[in-house]
C-alpha cells in the first residue's frame, strides 16, 4: 500500500523567506512523487513530478523538491515565498509501473505575511 | 485544448434526490479519474476508467454512487438519494497513460462542489 503524510497542515511564512513543506511517503517499491498547487475554487495544478530521474526536481513557479529515498522524503522548497504563492499544496505518490491509483496528502495550507 | 471540464460547478439539493456530474477530459487522454475532496482535506479516490473500461471502483463510498464512460469520452457520476454527509467538491481528471512511457500526470478539472440541503 502507498500513502503520503504531509507534516504541518498550515505553514505561514513572511514574504521573501525560505517555503519548506514535507512530505514523506510510505511504498513498498520506488514509486513517483508529485506535488501539486490549488487556489481557492480551482482545480489542482501539477508543480512538479519525480520520475526516478534526477532526484532534485524542479518546477513551476520557482519550486523544486528534492526526493531522498533513504529518508522517504520529497519535501518541497522555494527560496523567497512570494504573495502569489499563498494556496494549498498537495502532495501525491502513484505506483511507478501501473500508474494507477494517486494517493495524495492531506495537504498543506501556505500564508505568505507581507 | 480546453483542459478538463467538469459540470456543473455548484449543485445544491435536497437529500434524498439524485445527482449527476459530468466529465469531459482532455480529448486525447485515455485514462479518467474521480476524487472527492472535503474541506480541510486531500483528494479522496473515488473509482478510474481506462477508455471505457471501469478498471477500479471498490472505493466508491457507497452503493449509491457510480460512475459511467459509455463511449471512453466524458464521464458522469452520479449519486443516488443524495445524504448531507455527501456535500464536497468532486474532482475529475485525466491522464495520457501508455505502457513505457513516464509518469502518469493527472490533469484536473475545476470540480464540481455539491451542497445536500
Known amino acids: 500500500a502507498q500513502s503520503v503524510t504531509q507534516l504541518g497542515s498550515h505553514v505561514s511564512v513572511s514574504e521573501g523567506a525560505l517555503v519548506l513543506l514535507r512530505c514523506n511517503y510510505s511504498?513498498?517499491?520506488?514509486?513517483?512523487l508529485f506535488w501539486y498547487v490549488q487556489y481557492p475554487n480551482q482545480g489542482l495544478q501539477l508543480l512538479l513530478k519525480y520520475t526516478s530521474a534526477a532526484t532534485l526536481v524542479k518546477g513551476i513557479n520557482g519550486f523544486e523538491a528534492e526526493f531522498k529515498k533513504s529518508e522517504t522524503s520529497f519535501h518541497l522548497t522555494k527560496p523567497s515565498a512570494h504573495m502569489s504563492d499563498a494556496a494549498e499544496y498537495f502532495c501525491?505518490?502513484?505506483?511507478?509501473?501501473?500508474?494507477?491509483?494517486?494517493?495524495f496528502g492531506t495537504g498543506t495550507s501556505l500564508t505568505v505575511i507581507p | 485544448d480546453t483542459g478538463v471540464s467538469q459540470n456543473p460547478r455548484h449543485k445544491i439539493t435536497k437529500r434524498g434526490q439524485n445527482v449527476t456530474f459530468r466529465c469531459d477530459p482532455i480529448s486525447e487522454h485515455n485514462r479518467l479519474y474521480w476524487y472527492r475532496q472535503t474541506l480541510g482535506q486531500g483528494p479522496e479516490f473515488l473509482t478510474y476508467f481506462q477508455n471505457e473500461a471501469q478498471l477500479e471502483k471498490s472505493r466508491l463510498l457507497s452503493d449509491r454512487f457510480s460512475a459511467e464512460r459509455p463511449k471512453g469520452s466524458f464521464s458522469t457520476l452520479e449519486i443516488q438519494r443524495t445524504e448531507q454527509g455527501d456535500s464536497a467538491m468532486y474532482l475529475c481528471a485525466s491522464s495520457e497513460w501508455g505502457w513505457g512511457g513516464g509518469a502518469n500526470v493527472l490533469t484536473f478539472g475545476a470540480g464540481s462542489r455539491l451542497t445536500v440541503l
Open positions: 511504498s513498498s517499491v520506488p514509486p513517483y
Open positions: 501525491a505518490v502513484s505506483e511507478k509501473y501501473t500508474g494507477n491509483q494517486f494517493y
